[in-house]
């Protein structure tokens, strides 16, 4: 089955500054990729994802960036503020709906 | 809208008893269900996918007879925790996916059981 790793594991980082993390994926057949953002004690929410026929996607001050070829996308934050300060998961889904999840990234924006 | 809902939002129950929880999805209709399991600071590993009127699928290491789940209508997915244990105390999270947006999924605010 798929495999996601996730790379780091804790992130803290300045306010304002920019923040990345990475995944990389083992079943080539993956074709969707999403990220979650999730709060203590809440449920994910979908912050971003981008299909494998894309290679970039933006969304204000969240992008993220898919090499098909290497197997590997990330998350870029760029400003970063105190409120972004969140566990984020990557996912990769080979289209049967299944999804796989990464083991996480504990983001710290520090004021 | 994509709106679900997961019941009970936390329960304490004894060992060797059995806990029902509930996955709905509000205002549209779920073809496929997804119940996932998150142990503190760790990610959400997948347990089990339904698709309505039929079985559920497991994943590989999760005992189906210990995890049972009834997806009886388009809205509705059940997980019950049999014969529960210490061990199986953890934080159970639904999702949902009506199939029309590719593979988008919507998650339920989870549901955290405690086994006494």
């Known amino acids: 089955g798929e495999n996601v790793e996730q790379h780091p594991s804790t992130l803290s980082v300045q306010e304002g500054d920019s923040a990345v993390i990475k995944c990389t994926y083992s079943?080539?057949?993956?074709?969707?990729f999403p990220w979650y953002k999730q709060e203590l004690g809440k449920r994910p929410q979908l912050i971003i994802d981008i299909r494998s026929n894309v290679g970039e996607k933006k969304d204000q001050r969240i992008a993220v960036t898919l090499n098909k070829t290497a197997k590997h996308f990330s998350l870029h934050i760029t400003e970063t503020q105190p409120e972004d300060s969140a566990v984020y998961f990557c996912a990769a889904s080979t289209g049967g709906n299944q999804f796989y999840f990464g083991t996480g990234t504990s983001l710290t924006v520090i004021p | 809208g994509a709106v679900v809902s997961q019941h009970p939002s936390r329960v304490i129950c004894k060992s060797g008893t059995s806990v029902k929880i509930e996955c709905r999805s509000l205002?549209?209709?779920?073809?496929?269900m997804f119940w996932y399991r998150q142990f503190p600071k760790q990610s959400l590993m997948l347990m089990a996918t339904s698709n309505e009127g039929s079985k559920a699928t497991y994943e590989q290491g999760v005992e189906k007879d210990k995890f049972l789940i009834n997806h009886a209508s388009l809205t509705l997915s059940t997980l019950t925790v049999t014969s529960a244990h210490p061990e199986d105390s953890s934080f159970y999270i639904c999702?949902?996916?009506?199939?029309?947006?590719?593979?988008?999924?919507?998650f339920g605010p989870g549901t955290r059981l405690t086994v006494t």
């Open positions: 999702s949902a996916s009506s199939g029309r947006k590719g593979n988008e999924q919507y």
């Open positions: 079943d080539s057949a993956s074709n969707y």
């Open positions: 205002d549209f209709q779920a073809t496929t």
